[in-house]
């Protein structure tokens, strides 16, 4: 990772969750031992009765349909993926603000009223010192211009050649004949010395080195979208291609900066998703002691991520720095279910003696209740946790409810997931996950 805010980021989201399992383990049965039984027990009982019927509901569904649960969940993946590979890769922090915020209203008329908003560079370097001063390399840098000009996004560019063309104009009485570059060097030179003195020096600082062999061209864009940027380097790289040149062509300014921190964030996001899940996959596997318990807990893992993603890019929204963020993150939050479920199905497994593989009736019981009683605290975390960050959707900033509809679709997903999907895949996948003879 080489942007900081995210590492950061994910060093308080490693400290916050260490801090919170050390207060599960301490301060929680701390407190429930000052809890007289009979109240813990008349509580879970009337919990009981309030959710176990749908929960048993589930998980029946699961066990006795193994088959189409499976296929269904099948048919919602291949849709899933199809709308993923729909997902773009955008980062446009105007867009952050709602649509009638003031700064989107703002952004707009002043993108149809002047040239843009969003402010990018292409920086002509010459080899040598006083090259900008010549009439072909000023053409040169005209013809680009007039090139970017081309693009949608671009609303209108400047550069030296424009200053130098505007004051041909005015020394020949505005006659727009003379809107054009000079044909000598020395006429240039010394437009540019009566403009220097004449003028601040920000003005012409703004589009030339003093040297001369730097030229700054401005490109005013009408939208934040990263790819915008990236069209216009591509305009001019085709541009150098066609018109070739010893100029050397390279970008800057903020649209640029954008557009590097869009793809350095897609990168490093992208990397840290693949490391989170073979990191993820090996705490499964320690935890388990089985690579095939493994493999089945990251189902549900999987199956949200994907279905949450190809929601992301059925409805058009762009894959920027919050969902960026948040596929790494959902890889922890998504996974307890998986892990609480296959933990507490194998111990009942234990305790009740049945041979899972060849007594499909006594592992169907053992799912059941792992489905009712476990799965009461899964259904019970996913809704707190879903409720916590349901604020969020009515924040002012849009990442903040992406974040909020994120969480909560995440975690309401996986917990029904993980109890209607898990025990139709252990149903099917039995013979493979038990040996003969084996209870868990």
Do not use: C
């Amino acid at each position: 990772m080489h942007i900081v805010p995210v590492k950061v980021f994910g060093g308080l989201i490693v400290f916050g969750t260490v801090a919170l399992r050390l207060f599960s383990f301490s301060l929680i049965p701390a407190v429930l031992s000052l809890v007289r039984e009979t109240k813990i027990d008349h509580a879970a009982e009337e919990d009981a009765g309030r959710t176990a019927s749908m929960l048993r509901q589930l998980g029946t569904y699961g066990t006795e349909r193994p088959g189409a649960t499976a296929a269904v969940g099948l048919v919602l993946i291949a849709i899933a993926v199809l709308g993923v590979s729909r997902i773009q890769v955008n980062n446009n922090m105007v867009a952050w603000f709602k649509p009638g915020s003031d700064i989107r209203v703002a952004d707009a008329h002043i993108n149809r009223a002047l040239g843009g908003t969003s402010l990018g560079y292409v920086i002509a370097t010459a080899e040598q010192p006083d090259a900008i001063k010549q009439p072909e390399t000023l053409r040169y840098i005209e013809g680009l211009q007039r090139h970017l000009e081309k693009l949608p996004v671009v609303g209108k560019t400047t550069s030296v050649a424009d200053y130098v063309k505007r004051i041909n104009r005015v020394l020949h009485d505005d006659d727009p004949r003379f809107d054009a570059v000079p044909d000598s060097a020395e006429t240039v030179a010394q437009y540019l010395f009566l403009f220097g003195m004449s003028a601040k020096p920000a003005d012409l600082d703004n589009v030339v080195d003093y040297p001369f062999q730097r030229a700054n061209i401005w490109v005013q864009l009408k939208t934040w979208d990263a790819a915008a940027m990236e069209s216009v380097i591509g305009a001019a790289q085709e541009y150098q291609r066609t018109n070739p040149s010893k100029l050397e062509l390279k970008p800057a300014g903020i649209a640029y900066f954008n557009l590097v921190w869009n793809t350095e964030v897609l990168w490093d996001m992208v990397k840290g998703f693949l490391l989170a899940l073979i990191v993820v996959f090996g705490i499964l596997v320690f935890d388990f002691r089985s690579a095939k318990w493994a493999l089945i807990g990251f189902v549900p893992l999987l199956f949200t991520i994907l279905l949450i993603y190809g929601v992301v890019g059925f409805v058009g929204k762009d894959f920027d720095m919050p969902i960026s963020v948040l596929s790494t993150l959902s890889l922890g939050m998504a996974v307890d279910f998986s892990i609480h479920f296959i933990s507490r199905l194998r111990q009942r497994l234990g305790e009740t003696g049945a041979d899972a593989r060849r007594d499909l009736d006594g592992l169907k019981e053992a799912l059941l209740w792992t489905a009712v009683r476990p799965g009461m605290g899964i259904m019970r975390n996913a809704v707190l946790f879903a409720a916590a960050f349901s604020v969020m959707l009515f924040a002012p900033l849009t990442p903040y409810i992406t974040v909020g509809a994120f969480i909560v679709g995440m975690m309401l997903l996986s917990s029904l997931l993980t109890i209607a999907y898990l025990p139709a895949l252990i149903v099917l996948m039995r013979g493979w996950l038990f040996n003969a003879g084996e209870t868990k």
